[in-house]
Nanobody
Framework: QVQLVESGGGLVQAGGSLRLSCAASGRSFGSYAMGWFRQAPGKEREFVVAISQGGGRTNYADAVKGRFTISRDNAKNTVYLQMNSLKPEDTAVYFC????????????????WGQGTQVTVSS
């Protein structure tokens, strides 16, 4: 079992930045690929980015490429999402998730989820 807790969400103006954190507890954090997803009101949960177990590989959705950066610190059992140049359309609840296999953009493939953190970008 892996327990995930997101933090760092908030209200920011368009063009601003936020850094989300996802702290993991439980066994073998380094064995899991990690992903960030988001869900806006009335919309399906969508893939944002994933990072491999060692952090050497990443995979970004086109909508955030060049603006968002994922990283992880396995010694601290934490994955981060640095979000720059935020846009109103980035407004959503952001979730981190863990998967034993790297590479999936399908939320159904992820085994463990956090409770989410709200990000609101005002225009």
């Amino acid at each position: 079992q892996v327990q995930l807790v997101e933090s760092g969400g908030g209200l920011v103006q368009a063009g601003g930045s936020l850094r989300l954190s996802c702290a993991a507890s439980g066994r073998s954090f380094g064995s899991y690929a990690m992903g960030w997803f988001r869900q806006a009101p009335g919309k399906e949960r969508e893939f944002v980015v994933a990072i491999s177990q060692g952090g050497g590989r990443t995979n970004y959705a086109d909508a955030v490429k060049g603006r968002f950066t994922i990283s992880r610190d396995n010694a601290k059992n934490t994955v981060y999402l640095q979000m720059n140049s935020l846009k109103p359309e980035d407004t959503a609840v952001y979730f981190c998730a863990a998967d034993l296999w790297y590479g999936s953009r399908d939320a159904g493939e992820y085994d463990f989820w956090g409770q989410g953190t709200q990000v609101t970008v005002s225009s």
